[in-house]
């Protein structure tokens, strides 16, 4: 228990400090401990380190500020994150998105790559990609409601912990790319979202089974097909369903529960 309360405080205090130069040391000075229990335990709950923490969720947070503040300069999120200079900012951006920033500005995705880490099951945000219908939570339960009797369809990569054993790079590169696969198969009114770490959903505007099984098979059609991580091409494959969700009234707070069991169902 010690030890759950410990690693929930270290991972508030990481929220709070996204835009604030801190270090190891300092979090473990705030918690009372030493860096080595804090590093340690921090490394055996999310498999990677402080500071690699701290690198990709300033970089999620930069990257909405990209999409939400087009007239600031890239100098001045540097500047806001951490960074001495406009080449530092963008190569710690480069290597968490894979674009830079600019190339990030014209073509931005809807969700957040490295969302903040839970010990608790919560409802995440919703995350869209590109051309794909952008709602907040409130309105994607609006929507569900008013699609009751569409399809959704859910993807979730085959053996994700061993690219991630790889490099968590490669890793973050795989979640790329089954959204990807699933964003480009859906239609133009279909709504991608994000319900897990590699798990997405999309809402389709349609009830017949049909539509939802060719994007089923569109996506299916690429498993094996192989991502690139340095001088390694990986392969990557996905779970694939398509479902409707047959209650007559959905709760609001059951929601994502109910869109991760289908998938779950389709895995076993």
Known sequence: MENLLLITRALALIEDTLTEDVKTDDIARELYCSKSSIEKLFRYVTNMSIRDYYIRRRMSKAAKDIVSCPDVSFLDLA?????????????????????????????????????????????????????????????????????????????????????????????????LTALNRLAAASGEEDIVFRIGGDEFVALTNSGDKEYADKIVSEILSHNGETFRYGEMDIPLSLH????????????????FAKLQSQLDCAKA
């Open 79 to 175: 500047v806001k994150y951490g960074y001495s200079s406009n080449e530092a900012f963008t190569r710690a951006f480069k290597n968490v998105w894979h674009v830079n920033p600019s190339e990030y500005r014209k073509n931005p995705m809807r969700f957040e790559l490295f969302p903040a880490f839970r010990l608790e099951p919560e409802l995440m945000e919703d995350e869209n990609m590109n051309s794909k219908k952008k709602v907040d939570i409130s309105e994607l339960y609006d929507y569900i409601k008013e699609r009751r009797n569409c399809y959704f369809v859910g993807v979730d990569i085959k053996s994700l912990i061993p690219i991630n054993e790889i490099s968590h790079e490669a890793g973050d590169i795989a979640i």
């Open 240 to 255: 694939v369903t398509s479902y409707k969700i047959e209650s007559r009234k959905i709760r609001y707070a059951e929601l």
